[in-house]
């Protein structure tokens, strides 16, 4: 890719900077000032003995200190209405992740954490939307603060691009103290690193570009301390051609001419003096752009230079009470925490409530050291589904950073609890050796191997399950693969039963039929349904993926007569027999009742449909109007809509069991063992309400049900649910959920697979390589042994844009991966034709080649029809519309790596019969393909391989 140059005139910097935050516990930060200054003397152009550095003209900086959030977004929507080329912005402060939305929050002098945090700190999302209006080519976002990697999953900006570059996970704060820059000012660690990279501008080469910064940045990181590696060094987010803008530019002179060189004044004072007259002659109503850099331009001869990034240390909050100051707290405590789909919404909410409460400021043990106003603990929640929590615990060696268990020197295991695979020999190549294969054997495997920290999330210190049933799995995963993380259950935080959601207006015809919304089991249920609403289909989640569907699943499987047996009578077929229809699964119980609310073209609909959820989720979508509710229904349920529960006899209720999470090793391991039970204590003791939400029981001392309180039980008319029910505490083990699970995929049919895989030359623009292979990754690890696959690339060749190059032949089986996996280790760019694709025709023959298949599914990647100039593709779109349009037409999901996504030009690959297409952050995307890949394939992957 060509680097791109800023045009000076077109291109304009906005710099922000704020050293003081007045409340909260926030540290001083004493570099602000000098990381304004330098990245100032960075930006502009600047005349060297032998050349220029920099990019834009001094007029084009503008620099803001201390700003409310309105001066914020004003001045940033006045700088960018006049910028047509390269918007540059930066902050300087504290950073801020709140611990419910996951926001990424700058700080601003009045921020107010406790009653008033959006009206007064600067969202980056706000940021983000601001500039989506606005007519700028490119655009760069520096940030070096706490929490700063949530903004590297933000929206593309810029019409032709964007780079984001952060300094660290978007769950780790970071050190308030600088390091020394000489002149006895200190500058930020990351800063410091930047400074020194683009020194090197002129020396080593004469621009450097945003990806060349990363590259410097992550190799300097590498000789940090080794407490600043934990979350530290360059995170980076871009699109279009973000990587290739130039931000330190050297231009040489011609040759010198001989003679001494002018002395150069002193620099000017930091902070510049303000103007004696209102103005000071610059723009009226305009912050001052600092005339002082003429006078630095020529001082910087012997200077350092310095392109300074969005600079924050982030958050270290005390949360000190009235009368009390800020000042003398040690930076809290960070915890992880992982929620499943169906509990992030609660936890988050209570999770925001511990961290102001007087329960998080109960000190640590004897050892604590600091006052008694101070925060000591900081929670990020993140959540993960049933499958992907029990493959992460199933590759703990590699979640805590080793390739291989430090004690057994085992080899880290994949995500579905075996090793990675190594079962089909590489085939021998000319001109290598053993050796050469294996290491090259080694790194294809790789490709496929679990990585919980990018699949899943950071290593976590507790965990809050939907069911002791899903704990036990995750506690049989470890136990099988011996790594370093230890589970401790530390009992349930709350009861929600599992019930059989019918619409309302079923209600009187199954009391007709002899069944009773409680005390009848499984059988009478089904018998009952089929008697009085024969063909209404039966939802419910995926087991692989919801707390809800695993324990459902359990219930069905093994308390279908109303007696939890431990298998005695287990009947998978004969139980998914019986639930005819069946639809693909959903991914959670509150994504399937919104779906239901909000149908697409073709899905069930309210009052057409039985759903299997909990007793919450029925709760929470009757009542509607509710703050963090799961579907955005703004009113109550009516007579219409409204959901009746049916609570099936012998069903084990969730639990919501709260688990610490030790890890071997950890230095702070007493601390964070004390951290994660006052937290449990107030969870499920004063802060109980915060969680359950009035929708979920209580528990008492001992961890058994308490009585009902809150909004679900008040009017069971409205809510749908009762309150004199029997809630069973009993569970399956977790070697019995294996077995479930096993059995459930068992009944599936298995798919086949055609993967078409965009690899035209637009796909070497930002991220789209990446995403694609995220999204083929992902999905063949949802193949099981009994899938089918086939992977193509198109176009061909430069010579025909409108045929597909077979990689993986169709018919492969699902856990035979070398082929791919030699496939996608191979360099990306290199797999590149340098033409654009017709994807019209190469999607019309995929259609027809597997016309007569038994469940197949075509997944496409693709950025969009490219073909070449002159050809319309007309008649093209029109084949494409009639094979799609035939009968038991093969659905197509597609996978858009656009900037914007799922456009109507991509939409048009859909299949009108089975129409998916995802888009968005790259990660998330792929993971949303993957699953639906999974609920078209029978899945469950084999012992040997993911």
Not at 97 to 112: E, K, S, V
Not at 162 to 179: D, I, K, M, N
Not at 905 to 927: D, H, L, Q, V
Request: hydrophobic share 35%; with cysteine.
């Amino acid at each position: 890719m060509t680097a791109h140059v800023p045009d000076r005139k077109g291109s304009r910097a906005f710099l922000v900077g704020v050293p003081h935050v007045a409340d909260g516990g926030f540290d001083p930060l004493e570099y602000v000032h000098r990381n304004l200054r330098d990245l100032a003397s960075a930006l502009a152009e600047t005349e060297l003995p032998d050349g220029t550095r920099g990019i834009l003209p001094e007029d084009a900086i503008t620099v803001l200190t201390s700003p409310s959030q309105g001066e914020w977004l004003r001045e940033l929507k006045r700088v960018a209405e006049a910028t047509t080329d390269l918007l540059f912005v930066y902050f300087v402060g504290h950073g801020y992740r709140d611990p419910f939305d996951n926001q990424l929050y700058l700080m601003t002098p009045d921020a107010d954490l406790d009653v008033n945090l959006v009206g007064t700190a600067v969202a980056w999302s706000h940021v983000l939307k601001t500039l989506n209006r606005m007519h700028f080519r490119h655009a760069v976002f520096l940030l070096d603060c706490c929490n700063s990697g949530v903004a590297i999953d933000g929206r593309a900006v810029g019409q032709s691009g964007h780079y984001t570059l952060a300094s660290s996970l978007p769950t780790r704060t970071q050190p308030s103290e600088g390091v020394d820059a000489g002149d006895g000012a200190p500058r930020s660690r990351f800063t410091d690193a930047v400074i020194r990279a683009m020194e090197e501008t002129g020396r080593d080469s004469r621009a450097l570009t945003m990806q060349g910064l990363y590259d410097r940045l992550y190799r300097a990181t590498k000789d940090w301390p080794v407490n600043f590696g934990d979350g530290w060094g360059p995170k980076g987010g871009s699109s279009g051609v973000g990587p290739d803008i130039v931000i330190s530019r050297f231009v040489p002179h011609p040759a010198p001419s001989d003679g001494p060189s002018p002395q150069p004044p002193a620099p000017p004072p930091w902070p510049p003096r303000p103007p004696t007259e209102p103005g000071g002659g610059d723009e009226p109503g305009r912050p001052r752009l600092l005339r002082w850099l003429g006078e630095r331009r020529r001082a910087a001869v012997a200077g350092s230079l310095a392109l300074l990034l969005t600079v924050g240390t982030g958050v270290y909050l005390a949360w000190p009470g009235p009368g009390h100051g800020a000042t003398g707290c040690l930076p809290p405590l960070e915890l992880r925490l992982m929620a499943g789909p169906e509990t992030r919404a609660a936890v988050g909410h209570a999770v925001a409530a511990y961290l102001r409460s007087p329960a998080n400021r109960v000190p640590l043990g004897p050892d604590d050291g600091a006052r008694g106003d101070c925060r000591r603990t900081n929670i990020t929640v993140y959540e993960a589904g049933t499958g992907e929590t029990v493959g992460a615990f199933g590759a703990t060696g590699v979640w805590a950073g080793r390739r291989g268990d430090a004690d057994t020197g085992a080899p880290a295991p994949a995500a579905s609890g075996g090793p990675c695979p190594s079962a089909s020999p590489a085939p021998q190549i000319a001109g290598q050796d053993g050796a050469e294969q294996d290491e090259e054997g080694q790194a294809e495997e790789a490709a496929l191997c679990a990585d919980p920290l990018q699949d899943v999330g950071p290593q976590p210190d507790l965990v809050v399950s939907g069911s002791s049933t899903e704990l036990g799995r995750i506690q049989g995963q470890i136990a099988r693969n011996h790594g370093p993380a230890q589970v401790v259950p530390l009992g349930p935080a709350g009861y929600s039963p599992l019930v059989l959601a019918v619409p309302a207006a079923l209600e009187k015809k199954l009391t007709e039929a002899g069944v009773h919304r409680t005390g009848s089991s499984w059988d009478d249920l089904l018998d009952a349904m089929a008697e009085v609403a024969p063909g209404m289909p039966l939802l419910r989640p995926d087991p692989d993926t919801s707390g809800t569907g695993l324990q459902h699943t359990v219930g069905l499987y093994e308390a279908r007569d109303g007696r939890l047996t431990g298998g005695a009578d287990r009947d998978a077929e004969g139980v998914e027999r019986r639930l005819r229809q069946r639809t693909a699964p959903a991914s959670d119980a509150d994504s399937l009742l919104c779906d239901l609310d909000d149908p697409k073209p073709g899905e069930p609909r309210l009052g057409k449909a039985a759903a299997l959820v909990s007793e919450k989720a029925v709760a929470d979508f009757n009542l509607g109007s509710r703050p963090g509710s799961a579907c955005d229904n703004s009113r109550p349920a009516d007579e219409q809509s409204r959901l009746v529960a049916y609570y099936p006899a012998g069903v084990p209720a969730l639990d919501l069991p709260v688990a610490e999470v030790r890890w071997k090793g950890a230095r702070d391991a007493a601390r964070r063992t004390a951290a994660v039970r006052n937290f449990r204590t107030w969870l499920t003791g004063t802060g109980s309400g915060r969680f359950l939400r009035g929708l979920v029981r209580g528990t008492r001392a001992d961890g058994r049900p308490a009585p009902p309180r809150g909004d679900a039980w008040q009017d069971p008319e409205i809510s749908g649910v009762l309150a004199d029910v029997p809630v069973v505490t009993g569970t399956a083990d977790g070697g019995t959920a294996d077995t479930v699970v096993e059995e459930y995929t068992q009944t599936r049919e298995p798919g086949q697979v055609l993967f078409l895989v965009d690899v035209s030359w637009s796909m070497a623009e930002g991220d789209k390589l990446a995403m694609a292979d995220a999204a083929l990754r992902s999905s063949l690890q949802r193949l099981g042994p009994r899938d089918s696959y086939g992977i193509r690339t198109y176009p061909e060749s430069a010579r025909h844009p409108d045929r597909a190059r077979t990689e993986v032949p169709r018919g492969t089986q699902g856990d035979s991966r070398a082929e791919a996996l030699a496939w996608l280790a191979s360099s990306p760019r290199k797999r590149l034709v340098t033409k654009g694709a017709a994807v019209h025709e190469v999607l019309e023959r995929a259609l027809r080649d597997t016309r007569g298949d038994r469940r197949p599914l075509i997944v496409l990647i693709t950025d969009g029809d490219d073909r070449p100039l002159g050809d319309s593709g007309g008649a093209a779109a029109q084949a494409l519309g009639r094979e799609q349009g035939r009968d038991g037409s093969t659905g197509v999901l597609v996978l858009s790596v656009r900037l914007d996504g799922c456009t109507a030009g991509i939409r048009r690959f859909e299949n009108p019969a089975s129409a998916g297409c995802y888009a968005g952050r790259p990660e998330k995307a792929a993971e949303a393909l993957a699953e639906q890949v999974a609920n078209q394939v029978q899945g469950g992957a084999s012992d040997d391989g993911p």
